[in-house]
T-cell receptor, first 114, second 114 residues
Framework: DAGVIQSPRHEVTEMGQEVTLRCKPISGHNSLFWYRQTMMRGLELLIYFNNNVPIDDSGMPEDRFSAKMPNASFSTLKIQPSEPRDSAVYFC????????????FGEGSWLTVV | DQQVKQNSPSLSVQEGRISILNCDYTNSMFDYFLWYKKYPAEGPTFLISISSIKDKNEDGRFTVFLNKSAKHLSLHIVPSQPGDSAVYFCAASSGRAGAQKLVFGQGTRLTINP
């Protein structure tokens, strides 16, 4: 069984550039999450979708961040323009939408903005 | 406003001894708690969970204890093994139907010494 697939695994970009992170959830899962991990704040939920609909985007730090889920098997997280403080590991995760269900994480996209 | 706190950034334990990782939470609406384990360059993986109707859940070498009155949970690993060296994240959610917003702590890096 394929897990959550994220791309790119590593991205180094210059400040001001647009960054797009991609995610393919586990087939059959109907909830998708974007998390960000930093040393200072640990794992923070940025946004999550149920059945491709954004439910809670209160964790999205600024208008520079946007996320889409055009279909059940694909999601993107875009940062435009990127800033050095956006450097972090971005995780996508998915689950079946049931209380208490396990959330499965991808391996993360390591973003460095210089 | 950190709703889930892991106050120990790191812990070092001798192989074969017990590892105890602690987690505190502030939101009394949380009723489902999880521990995730993360190796370097990988995504977090689910380890064990507990519902607020219980005070203990055991799975092999791993036991999670929940003290609702103190808003505290702990993960016990016994005996500790070198492969347990990882970062451990505590997470919590409120269990309303469909609510899956996991709030994570900052993580504790566990090192098991041979």
């Amino acid at each position: 069984d394929a897990g959550v697939i994220q791309s790119p695994r590593h991205e180094v970009t210059e400040m001001g550039q647009e960054v797009t992170l991609r995610c393919k959830p586990i087939s059959g899962h109907n909830s998708l999450f974007w998390y960000r991990q930093t040393m200072m704040r640990g794992l923070e939920l940025l946004i999550y979708f149920n059945n491709n609909v954004p439910i809670d985007d209160s964790g999205m730090p600024e208008d520079r961040f946007s996320a889409k889920m055009p279909n059940a098997s694909f999601s993107t997280l875009k940062i435009q323009p990127s800033e050095p403080r956006d450097s972090a590991v971005y995780f996508c995760a998915s689950s079946l939408r049931r209380p208490g269900n396990t959330i499965y994480f991808g391996e993360g996209s390591w973003l460095t903005v210089v | 406003d950190q709703q889930v706190k892991q106050n120990s950034p790191s812990l070092s334990v001798q192989e074969g001894r017990i590892s105890i990782l602690n987690c505190d939470y502030t939101n009394s609406m949380f009723d489902y708690f999880l521990w995730y384990k993360k190796y370097p360059a990988e995504g977090p993986t689910f380890l064990i969970s507990i519902s607020s109707i219980k005070d203990k859940n055991e799975d092999g070498r791993f036991t999670v204890f929940l003290n609702k009155s103190a808003k505290h949970l702990s993960l016990h690993i016994v005996p500790s093994q070198p492969g347990d060296s990882a970062v451990y994240f505590c997470a919590a959610s409120s269990g309303r139907a469909g609510a899956q917003k996991l709030v994570f702590g900052q993580g504790t890096r566990l090192t098991i010494n041979p």
